[in-house]
Structure formats: structure tokens, C-alpha cells
């Protein structure tokens, strides 16, 4: 993600000063985030999960780096919050789609999901998954019904959603 962000970002005029990789499950980023800030960037893009995006946020609010934290949708989730705390408040988040709280139509999914699990809210791709799964197994029924291949049934299917209306045409 880092990576298609840098190119992207480039091929429209803008400058990557620098760029490292961290590991997955690190927790310490004093020293990269100290490194960052002698480029004085105006902006950081990470594109991790929440783990490593709280830390590098609360490390970079903690040493004074005022850039533009940006990351994505790995990273959107509630315990980012609770990793970074108040340091993560203006930061960015990509997300592919509408999020599930800005969908009108989506509020009875989103309920049954609250009464399913009550200490819990929508993630990112939960709206997306329970579409995914609606159709196939729409799908595998007519195709065990009619005895036809599920692809050839997944290019009948017209699948009204939450999302709007699905079709594979492809």
C-alpha cells in the first residue's frame, strides 16, 4: 500500500523524502520516527495495521513531528485509539468503499450486528464480507437446484445489497 501510495503521490507532483519498512508486531518506533523528522516532512504515510499505526502516531506526537499522519484501512479500527490515544485525533485514513456508518441502507445490518455483538462495532470490511457471503451462498443454492457450475450461476445473479445492486458481468 505504501508503495502504490509513493508512486501515486509522485506521478501527481509530490516528493517522497524518504521511506522504510518497519516489522510487523514492532513496537518501539523511537528511533524511525526520530529519523523521519530530520526531513521535516509534512506528511507520514504508513501502511500497516493499527498495531504499528498507533505506535508511530503516539511516537511522532510525543517527539514533537507535526506531519500529516496517513494510513489505511489495516489501520481503521477502534484500538488505534487506544494505542495512540488523543495523537491519532486528525490523522487519515484510506478506505476502499463507503464506510458502513455512511450507509443509509445499511442500518439493518448494522443493528443486527450491535444485537449480535453487543461490545462490538462494524470493521471496516464486515459490510463488504456479509455481502460477499449473501451471494454465494445465493448462488451455491440455485446451483445445486439447477445442477450448474457456480460461475456460470454467479454471472445470472443480480444481488440487490446494502452496497446497491451486484452483478458479475466479467
Known sequence: LAEEFAKRFTQMGGRVVAS????????DFRAIVEWAGRFK????FFGGDYNEAGRIVKEARAQG???AFMTG??????????????????AYFTVGGIPVEHL??????????RRRFPDSQPRT????????TRIILEALAVSLDRRKPLLEVLREIRH?????????DH
Open 65 to 67: 513531528l507535526a506531519a
Open 73 to 90: 484501512d489495516g489501520a481503521k479500527a477502534p484500538e488505534i485509539f487506544q494505542i495512540a490515544g488523543p495523537a491519532v485525533h486528525g
Open 41 to 44: 516532512p509534512d506528511g507520514i
Open 160 to 168: 440487490e445489497s446494502m452496497l446497491g445492486v451486484i452483478v458479475f
Open 104 to 113: 443509509p441502507s445499511a442500518g439493518d445490518f448494522i443493528e443486527h450486528y
Open 20 to 27: 522504510e519498512t518497519v516489522a510487523k508486531g514492532a513496537t
Open 125 to 132: 470490511f464486515d459490510h463488504f464480507a456479509y455481502e460477499a
